[in-house]
């Protein structure tokens, strides 16, 4: 049996804030059989993890790109790889079944070709919407949960600043911070993302980061006795503003930079003057680099949202013709929450 | 007894590179006597340690200095304390006695009167030349040795880079990387400067920065497989071409910012994405919060000089009118090594 395959390829290398006219909607004949004994599996997908940081595999050159294995360029006119929870259609060696479903490194189209010595994980017994496993329960939240816990390393009490705070690692890395017993403010790039933040999730504070012509001044309103965890997903001014306003032996987990991805003139220049005198520590990191608590952290973090604690926040858009728009509406701040695109049925 | 006290003044704060103008020379009539059981200590001020950080406590107004205690703002018309070596001339309490070799925090005079609270310790058996514990066993050992064991934790074959690695820090900072077993390489400003680092302290290689038209080049040439510690003692452009050329999981620890000491505008702004890509971890630090290791340090230091496998470096002046000149030129790159202005003879 043969369909057509609907799939997103970039036209070029992408420089600047992703548009529209960067992307192409491109159409394939896809045989849904495979060959007996191959290596091959073709998967039905129904849910798409959009992040930002794909945006940086889209760059012609990036030093950063070339550092790491695990964020290869994405080449133009080809299938763009993401997470992705799907259906097994069919499976050369056998290892999976027709209709298992499983999460992996799949293609923003409707059905991918992969290899099972990909990354693919059966989700067996999994009691939360699958959705889940892309963002709370996946390496988003991995994000969250280890960027706060182990590079953060928080006592009960400290003061945390969470910026992009309503996005989909954010809104978990303040929550987290919450529920450990920490005083937490975060920003947003709205009022009703800042109704959110204090209404739904429970933060002791939020504010709208464009209505701030003073970022400095901005937190030390809000941090009177200073910051002693900022968990930055923006890079740029916020990050000079919270070096600005930490106390001593106060930590800095980079998370993302998504100031700088689109616009590269916009760089921090933190005060080294305060990294020396305040001893500060800036770490950059990876979930992939803490797979080792991966089981720790889906366990706690299932426990908060059985319990309700934890809340979770997707923002959902269907249709792989979406998939373009949800990507360029990440950096135009357009999502609540972790974004997904919906493919097809669960069922 | 009374003695015409010769001491060195700011006339006012100063937020610039700093020269002779800012200085006085002034003198005042004290008294060599202490009223018995009194708190009173006067030392007769043998060596003084000459430091880059002290101009930071000469500004007018600095974040930095109000978050620390123990970089309280230098007044001007008074006398400026730093940390020297003298003889006790006259003790209330009892006990210090006449001629007790002392290290504390003293003043740019040749007589200073002191509170015996304050930091002082006897000076006994002590086996090198007195000098040595204002350098290479004292706080500026102590910020090489902390700086890059604690913080860096490396491990032999890793590739370092240091600064100023003919500065007073810089040059113990990179002989215990080479005497770990790393290979190091020290940018300075002088070929005198280099052909020291590679004669004398034996660095796999040196550079002169100011012959460098593009550092990040520079530093590619250097570490054609990357840098896995930086030990940064100047910030600014170096520090940026440094971030562009760490490896994963690369260490910086952020000792000093000399570049952007007398000059806010030459701030660093790496590359963010880099230091998320990499998992960079970029660190400052004060010897003072490593006072836990102290015993350790001058064990193992001792140990590397009495077996002459570490070199000290040390650029002395003479007399306190010559204070603010040597003062001066660590901002000119006048030094080689730890600089210390000769007051008086030890016997």
Known sequence: MEVSNRFIVIKDHIEEAPKESHFNLKTESLSLSVVSGSDDVI???????????QINRMKSNSSSQKAINFAVPIT?????????????????????????????LFT???????????IINKLDNFEFPLTYRLGVLGFTGLSAYAGFFELCKPKKGEKVFVSAASGSVGCLAAQYAKLFGCYVVGSAGSQKKVEVLKDKLGLDDAFNYKEETDLK??????????IDIYFDNVGGDMLEAAVDNMNSFGRVAVCGVISEYTDAGKRAAPDMLNVVYKRLNIRGFLA????????????????LLRSGKLL???????GVDNIPSSFIGLFNGDNIGKKIVKLAEDE
Chains 1, 2 share one sequence.
């Open 43 to 53: 998967v039905r997908n129904l849910y798409i993890s959009i992040d930002p940081y």
């Open 76 to 104: 133009p006119n080809q299938a763009i790889d993401g997470v992705a929870v799907g259906k097994v259609v069919a499976c050369g060696s056998g290892k999976f079944e027709k209709d298992d479903v499983v999460v992996g």
């Open 108 to 118: 923003w189209a409707e059905y991918s070709l992969v290899k099972e010595a990909s």
């Open 217 to 226: 001044s901005a937190l030390k309103r809000y941090f009177p006795e200073g």
């Open 288 to 303: 992939a680099d803490f797979l080792n608590i991966f089981a720790d952290f889906v366990s706690h973090t299932s426990d």
């Open 312 to 318: 979770n926040l997707e923002d959902l858009s269907y």
